[in-house]
């Protein structure tokens, strides 16, 4: 059974930095696809980046672009969402996800491409 477990979330000021962590258990993860996404109070689940399974080709969302960084570490089988210049309208409980069935795809934008999904963890940016 694959599992997901997120963790780095927290309270911070404007222009800090975080590292989310994402363990990913139960599968060969250097065969998945990998994502983050997150959901701020009565908005929908959107984008925030994603990393091929082979960690070649990385895509952003254009809000966090050349702000945030995912990175994976196949050894500890971990995907990292590294966020700075945060700001309060990155507020929002951020999700990982993972496909092990990307196809001919370097990864998904759309959270319906993911199959596996962590419980989230709480991201809260103070002005």
């Known amino acids: 059974q694959v599992q997901l477990v997120e963790s780095g979330g927290g309270l911070v000021q404007a222009g800090a930095s975080l590292r989310l962590s994402c363990v990913v258990s139960?599968?060969?993860?250097?065969?998945?696809?990998t994502g983050w996404f997150r959901q701020a109070p009565g908005k929908e689940r959107q984008f925030v980046a994603a990393?091929?399974?082979?960690?070649?080709?990385?895509g952003y969302a254009d809000s966090v672009k050349d702000r945030f960084t995912i990175s994976r570490d196949n050894g500890k089988a971990t995907v990292y969402l590294q966020m700075t210049d945060l700001k309060p309208e990155d507020t929002a409980v951020y999700y990982c996800?993972?496909?092990?069935?990307?196809?001919?795809?370097?990864?998904?934008?759309?959270?319906?491409?993911?199959?596996?999904w962590g419980q989230g963890t709480q991201v809260t940016v103070s002005a």
């Open positions: 990393d091929s399974r082979d960690g070649v080709t990385q």
């Open positions: 996800a993972a496909t092990y069935n990307s196809g001919h795809y370097s990864y998904f934008t759309s959270s319906r491409g993911y199959d596996y």
């Open positions: 139960g599968g060969t993860f250097s065969s998945a696809a």
